[in-house]
DNA sequence: TCAAAAGTGTTCTGGATACACCCATGT
DNA sequence: ACATGGGTGTATCCAGAACACTTTTGA
């Protein structure tokens, strides 16, 4: 069929989350304008027509909300005919994990406000936006189970158990301290250092640090990992 | 940020898997207008603004080949700036599984031939459609492993080698018989007929036909069930 | 009687899970 | 001394993988 007069507006959404001190957050922008002002919404906007999808993204969350990340994976696209009153408008939405205390967020351009919402203080949200946070939480409960992502979110040496927190909150459930150590270990991605870390009481914690080029490398051979 | 104009025409694509005689084809047409005009490229074409993304695949693909699909599953959503000679053109990618038996395949519109290719003789093909296609059958084979489908690809009453077939044509390698029985035995969708069939020399086979009822019960479950 | 396809159980192994006590420090 | 968090090993269980012979028919 030749080109019809096409009248849809396509969009991109993103489902990032943030990690620190062993909660789990949620990013979300306040809209300034209509439809849905003031009302809480993903971040994401209008695909400009030169740029990338991942692109779009990255530029619609850093303009809206300071954020800046490069780890962004397709989730899903959106595009019931009904899901945004201004007409139709498609979707595609991305999900990323950042650290929020590398970002001084700041509302701009469409956004009056931004916050990061506890996993389970989550506000009402804007069109389908409920949908779409579900499938980042699924989608992210389930990747991080076979693919070591999440390494990027602690400090260049940590304790181990800041990545056992890492990976209890991500799933929302606790981990068995012993067999997680011994999956994580098995997977050499993990140096050890002399270095150890005492904060209050409590025998001090050895330290460790990533070895990047393992862990790129088993990224690349999809590890299999099943925590 | 208030609409600008934006230039961007949304496609979709769709991965068309048949099965027939233990065999696993692609189904492709040959586009009877530039670009790439003759050249093999997935049923496709552009979504309507009053029709969801679904109902713009089937269409798609029913006036273009002739197949009817309902069981159709978003892949992934393609869109970088220079994948289509047009401009800038995004596509979103659908996969299904269908039985070529059951129709009979015609070009229109947009094609003036359709083919089922078996899945090893796929030939070069349009725009970025080879990547399309390796994540259609990257998905394809992960998803039959967990979930059981391709069972509308059988007979309502046929013996088990039929399923075992199936299976390993869309794994792409043998299954062990045993195993593959006693799995799907534990799932309790087969109801066990008094028929049986047969076909030349060899024992005849039990015939066996699903249990509706407990099947889609069990996909709303999500079994696990790892082949 | 032979060729062809259907049917059927058991063993082995490896990974996942469950589980409890000692160690080093701060107060 | 005690409270706090860090660190470690073993036993069990279950699911997946491997594997070969008997049965029933057509020719």
Not at 27 to 54: C, H, M, T
Not at 183 to 193: A, F, G, M, T, Y
Request: aromatic content about 12%; overall charge neutral.
């Amino acid at each position: 069929m030749h080109v019809l007069k096409q009248n849809i507006k396509l969009t991109v959404d993103a489902v990032v989350f943030g990690y620190e001190n062993g909660k789990v957050y949620l990013l979300l922008i306040n809209r300034k304008y209509e439809p849905f002002k003031n009302q809480w919404a993903l971040p994401g906007g209008y695909v400009k027509d030169d740029e990338n999808l991942e692109e779009a993204v990255a530029r619609e969350l850093k303009e809206e909300s300071g954020v800046e990340i490069n780890f962004l994976e397709q989730l899903y696209t959106f595009g019931a005919v009904d899901r945004d009153p201004r007409g139709r408008v498609v979707s595609i939405s991305y999900y990323g994990l950042v650290r929020p205390d590398k970002f001084q967020i700041s509302a701009a351009t469409d956004a009056k406000d931004v916050k990061w919402f506890p996993l389970n203080e989550i506000p009402q949200v804007s069109f389908d936006h409920e949908r779409i946070i579900e499938s980042g939480i699924i989608r992210l409960r389930s990747k991080i189970k076979y693919e070591p992502i999440g390494f990027e979110l602690l400090d260049a040496k940590f304790p181990f158990s800041d990545l056992e927190k890492l990976y209890s909150a991500l799933l929302g459930e606790p981990v068995d301290r012993r067999n997680f150590r011994k999956k994580i270990k098995e997977l050499n991605v993990l140096d050890e250092l002399d270095d150890t870390l005492s904060t209050g009481p409590g025998r001090p914690a050895r330290l460790f640090k990533f070895n990047k080029k393992r862990f790129f490398q088993l990224k690349k051979e999809g590890v299999h990992f099943e925590l």
